[in-house]
């Protein structure tokens, strides 16, 4: 306020309302001397204090430099003038606390008293908040006029804050991974509305179903009834059975937050994949995540309310909801499956990924060109009963793997499978107290197959407590490299039929040189009247069997549907690449093994892949 004497009063009634209420109210220009600039510990005061009172009837240049500095430094500030003054103005008269000097000083005390509790009340809340900044421009008094090594340290540090404080005050802010919860925690607690989230990032120790992030979120939508939607992005079907996953969907279920499910492969639009949140539809949060350690972890978050980045969320979550089905819904139905169909369907995406790495040639491609076609689309099209598989045939295969194993067989030879069937058949049929004595060697000139053997395996020892005495082995079935007469089974499942007559023959002289006297040979082969020794599809089968794929996944295996496009691309590929060498007839294969001392030939009919119910021979074969 200004020196003269007639505002003394006023300041001493201020003084007066701040004190009762354990306010200090001190004037920053006490001295009485002409102010010719503005003294470093005015500065100081101005700074330092939690709310400006300025009265400013006299129009003192001083005292309005002194409430600019106020000003510019973002302090709250109470500002009070005779009610008949004139205000100047670059100042609102609104802002302006008018009284009038013709009250009686109780009177005027408790209109002074409402203003100041206002003020008082915006300053209390503004102090924590812009505290550290006032701090920082004392700093900055301080490093203009020192030069040592803690001052220059301390100078670079502001400039860095002064660099992240301009993206605060414009439309984002970055933090680090325990922030991005501590400020998430926080939008819950602030949270009106609802909004959308993903969670992309695998639910591991980051992301646990019940802390205090989560926790957050699910009293919003709870106590506060906020419209929240969230949708678990997978990368395959395997997380299907995650715990963590399911408590996650009941936990968020149960406080009202409608919980979706999709997968990576599905989502059209992959610009779309983002861990984010879409809040209030006003502020974007978006997770920034690497891979530390082999492991993918959050690296941080930056929360901005960019109109644009914000109109792109909503564009992604449209894209995501489009591929995506309710979450409660699908592991329901995933739940009810039997057994057999959970492993298949948790294997089917590992498979694709693996035929994606490992696949460089087979029999089917005369080890030449990939047979990533066949391995990747392999478990969705058994799924759907589509392709010859060793579960057309289960009987056969109890029957005779069990006749095998009592009478003394105990070093086995799978020779070449597509998958896992044929090994799941047969450690089904190992009687339990036998299973320490059984060796079973796989065997597949492409990795892929055997690799998820070895998934198979380690899925079978977790599940059934039993360890399996496995050999995996990467060799070519017409040339095995084993010694003579080495196993006492060998097996597989419709493999006679990938082979020309030629090398199907060099495949039997195998089998009989690497088996014992009185070992079995158990398998099938595909039965054809038809004049053609090598089978190939038609534009017209092909087109039948991506639509028996679709119709199956539409009638029966709905929980396949948001993978629909993806199988009938597989079931596509599948069917234009497949080819086969059908056995002639049942005489035809009593030749092909007449080394053997007995070849029994059981006639069995299935579904067929192409043509219908079609005529498979069962095999057990004695050397």
């Known amino acids: 306020m200004s020196f003269d004497d007639k505002y003394y009063n006023m300041f001493n009634l201020i003084q007066a309302i701040a004190g009762d209420r354990g306010v200090t109210a001190v004037r920053a220009d006490e001295e009485k001397t002409v102010i010719k600039k503005l003294r470093p510990g005015i500065f100081s005061k101005i700074r330092d204090a939690d709310l400006i009172v300025a009265e400013i009837s006299s129009g003192s240049p001083n005292v309005l430099y002194e409430v600019g500095w106020a000003h510019a430094m ?41 203003e100041f509790d206002k003020h008082l009340k915006e300053a209390l809340q503004a102090t924590n908040l812009k505290q550290p900044l006032v701090e920082m421009l004392g ?70 179903s019940d802390d205090k992030y989560s926790e957050e979120c699910r009293l919003a939508a709870q106590l506060r009834d906020a419209k929240i939607e969230r949708v678990f992005i997978l990368p395959n079907h395997e997380a299907l059975f995650s715990e963590s996953l399911r408590s996650h969907v009941a936990l968020d279920e149960n406080a009202g937050i409608r919980t979706y499910i999709a997968f990576i492969d599905n989502i059209p639009d992959k610009d779309a994949i983002q861990d984010f949140g879409l809040w209030d539809d006003e502020l974007l949060c978006l997770i920034e995540a690497g891979l530390v350690g082999g492991e993918t972890q959050v690296k941080g978050c930056t929360f901005g309310r960019n109109k644009a980045a914000i109109e792109k969320a909503r564009l992604w979550q449209d894209t995501i909801l489009s591929a995506a089905q309710p979450a409660p ?31 460089r040639g087979s029999y089917l491609t005369g080890n030449k060109a990939s047979c990533e076609w066949y391995h990747a689309s392999w478990q969705y099209l058994r799924i759907l009963g589509l392709v010859s598989t060793p579960d ?16 003394g067989a105990r070093d086995v030879l799978i020779s070449g499978m597509a998958d896992y069937a044929i090994l799941d058949h047969l450690v089904r049929s190992i009687p339990s107290a036998m299973v320490n004595n ?26 059934k407590k039993v360890h399996l005495n496995l050999r995996y082995n990467q060799r070519d079935a017409l040339n095995t490299d084993y010694h003579d007469e080495t196993f006492d089974l060998i097996t597989t499942d ?36 038809s004049s053609h020794k090598k089978v190939t599809t038609t534009e017209g089968e092909i087109g039948s069997f991506v639509d028996r794929a679709k119709m199956s996944i539409e009638d029966k295996k709905t929980w396949l549907r948001p993978l629909t496009n993806t199988i009938s691309e597989l079931a596509f590929d599948y069917a234009r690449n497949i080819l086969s060498y059908p056995a002639m007839s049942e005489e035809y294969l009593n030749q092909l093994f ?26 057990v074969v004695t050397k």
């Open 74 to 114: 973002g302090k709250p500030t109470m500002l009070l003038a005779e009610k008949d003054v004139s205000i100047p103005f670059d100042i609102n008269d609104t802002m302006v606390f008018k009284y009038d000097t013709g009250i009686t000083p109780s009177a005027l005390r408790r209109l002074l008293e409402i």
């Open 139 to 208: 700093s900055l008094e301080e490093i203009s006029s020192r030069d040592d090594l803690f001052t220059h340290l301390l100078g670079w540090t502001i400039e860095e804050f002064s660099q992240e404080s301009r993206q605060w005050i414009g439309d984002s802010i970055r933090v680090n991974a325990s922030d991005a919860i501590k400020k998430g925690i926080k939008v819950f607690q602030l949270l009106k509305s609802g909004g959308f989230a993903t969670y992309l990032v695998p639910l591991n120790a980051f992301w646990k």
């Open 329 to 359: 819904d699908l592991l329901n139905a995933i739940d009810h499956l039997d057994e057999s169909t959970k492993l298949m369907l948790r294997s089917a995406d590992i498979m694709k990924r693996q035929a994606r790495r490992y696949c």
């Open 392 to 407: 057309w045939h289960d009987e056969f295969y109890k029957k005779s793997f069990t006749d095998a194993f009592n009478s």
């Open 438 to 463: 059984i060796v079973i060697s796989v065997l597949d000139i492409c990795w892929t197959p055997i690799e998820i053997c070895r998934w198979f395996d380690n899925w079978y020892e977790e599940k």
């Open 494 to 529: 419709a493999f006679l039929t990938r082979f020309d007559e030629d090398e199907r023959e060099r495949l039997v002289t195998e089998w009989h040189r690497i088996l014992k006297s009185g070992g079995k040979i158990v398998t099938t082969a595909r039965l054809s009247n």
């Open 594 to 619: 007449k080394k053997f001392s007995s070849c029994i030939v059981e006639v069995g009919i299935t579904s067929g892949e192409f043509e219908g119910a079609t005529k498979y021979a069962r095999l």
